[in-house]
């Protein structure tokens, strides 16, 4: 069983910055594509961000050139940079580790863009 947990969530002046972790237990880490979604209330979830095995990386239209998502195979750990943030990127952030179609979810955590 693969556990994935979240850090890094809290409040933020809007154009300030924060970064969220996210670690994945099992030697397994560096097999699986990692992603960073986010869900803010009355809305779907949508993908933010994903990383390949490769360190190929995809972002979301509303986030390019202010997010970088990276990942550290050695220490299980996936992290989401966010700069420049606005009251739209107000949402709880998943973070989601996917191989061969199986999906684990973190629990999620809180990201709130203040004035």
């Known amino acids: 069983q693969v556990q994935v947990v979240e850090s890094g969530g809290g409040l933020v002046q809007a154009g300030g910055s924060l970064t969220l972790s996210c670690t994945a237990s099992g030697s397994i880490f560096r097999s699986f594509t990692m992603g960073w979604y986010r869900q803010a209330p009355g809305k779907q979830r949508e993908l933010v961000a994903s990383i390949t095995t490769a360190g190929g990386t995809n972002y979301a239209d509303s986030v390019k050139g202010r997010f970088t998502i990276s990942r550290d195979n050695a220490k299980n750990t996936v992290h989401l940079k966010m700069n420049s943030l606005k009251f739209d990127d107000t949402a709880v952030y998943y973070c989601?580790?996917?191989?061969?179609?199986?999906?684990?979810w973190g629990q999620g955590t809180q990201v709130t863009v203040t004035s």
């Open positions: 989601n580790g996917n191989r061969f179609g199986s999906n684990y």
